[in-house]
């Protein structure tokens, strides 16, 4: 069996400014895991720190046993540590369809150059064909992309990431800027996610955070205050003082 990703004392400097400190995680196969915390409170440089942006300052990251902490980007992208971002990085001119060929073609090395003559190979339109299915998506498989709602479009990046075949996936604040209507999308994407897959979900939105999360990690001047399920973190004292503002009580 895996260990999955497993953080020790992982800590990150900005010259005299602390903004990681000796942070200790575990994300092993199947996690579905929130990390939550006020504005500052190093969430994003956490999440850049354990897919290769940031080097540490001290710490380590191991997956599966072994050390990437020297690893840049895009060899942990191969290893199968993938993040989404806050804002879409989609090609906008492009369908849902010609998107998702993209991000298979990438993953497979072969390049935009084989873009045209891919939409002939089987393996590939199969493997779209199956993103498109999980996620809902094939209603609009030859819809332009920028004439997509938001929603739609934050799904076709987290169909673009699947495309990766990552083991660990890093949501950023997967519904920033999407509608309250439409944030059910998000929420019944997350839902569907394959079983093994460990999800590190960052986000600002309680009530996705308390539906889709098993565990809570609250993070606080870069330091863990504290981590327990949904329950126990909407009754902590502390946790309802220093973040939840009595919601969820």
């Given at each position: 069996?895996?260990?999955?990703?497993?953080?020790?004392?992982?800590?990150?400097?900005?010259?005299?400014?602390?903004?990681?400190?000796?942070?200790?995680?575990?994300?092993?196969?199947?996690?579905?895991?929130?990390?939550?915390?006020?504005?500052?409170?190093?969430?994003?440089?956490?999440?850049?720190?354990?897919?290769?942006?940031?080097?540490?300052?001290?710490?380590?990251?191991?997956?599966?046993?072994?050390?990437?902490?020297?690893?840049?980007?895009?060899?942990?992208?191969?290893?199968?540590i993938?993040?989404?971002?806050?804002?879409?990085?989609?090609?906008?001119?492009?369908?849902?369809?010609?998107?998702?060929?993209?991000?298979?073609?990438?993953?497979?090395?072969?390049?935009?150059?084989?873009?045209?003559?891919?939409?002939?190979?089987p393996?590939?339109?199969?493997?779209?064909?199956?993103?498109?299915?999980?996620l809902?998506?094939?209603p609009?498989?030859?819809?332009?992309?920028?004439?997509?709602?938001?929603?739609?479009?934050?799904?076709?990046?987290?169909?673009?990431?699947?495309?990766?075949?990552?083991?660990?996936?890093?949501?950023?604040?997967?519904?920033?800027?999407?509608?309250?209507?439409?944030?059910?999308?998000?929420?019944d994407?997350?839902?569907?996610?394959?079983?093994?897959?460990?999800?590190?979900?960052?986000?600002?939105?309680?009530?996705?955070?308390?539906?889709?999360?098993?565990?809570?990690?609250?993070?606080?001047?870069?330091?863990?205050?504290?981590?327990?399920?949904?329950?126990?973190?909407?009754?902590?004292?502390?946790?309802?003082?220093?973040?939840?503002?009595?919601?969820?009580?």
């Open positions: 069996m895996t260990e999955g990703l497993v953080v020790r004392g992982l800590s990150k400097r900005f010259g005299g400014l602390v903004v990681s400190d000796g942070l200790d995680f575990d994300l092993p196969p199947g996690a579905r895991k929130a990390l939550i915390g006020p504005n500052g409170a190093g969430k994003s440089t956490f999440a850049n720190l354990v897919t290769g942006i940031h080097a540490p300052s001290s710490g380590s990251i191991r997956f599966d046993g072994a050390d990437i902490s020297d690893m840049d980007e895009t060899a942990r992208v191969r290893l199968g993938a993040k989404t971002f806050q804002i879409t990085t989609l090609f906008t001119g492009l369908t849902v369809r010609e998107n998702l060929r993209l991000a298979v073609l990438e993953r497979e090395r072969r390049g935009f150059r084989l873009f045209c003559r891919a939409d002939g190979d393996e590939v339109e199969a493997e779209i064909a199956a993103l498109m299915d999980q809902a998506l094939e609009l498989a030859d819809r332009v992309v920028e004439r997509l709602a938001y929603g739609q479009q934050r799904l076709v990046e987290l169909a673009m990431t699947l495309a990766l075949k990552p083991r660990v996936l890093i949501l950023d604040e997967p519904a920033a800027g999407v509608p309250g209507s439409e944030t059910h999308l998000i929420t994407a997350i839902e569907a996610l394959p079983a093994d897959l460990a999800v590190l979900i960052i986000e600002h939105d309680m009530e996705l955070v308390f539906r889709v999360a098993r565990s809570i990690v609250v993070l606080v001047a870069g330091r863990i205050l504290t981590e327990g399920t949904p329950a126990q973190i909407a009754s902590d004292p502390q946790v309802r003082e220093l973040y939840l503002g009595g919601a969820h009580g």
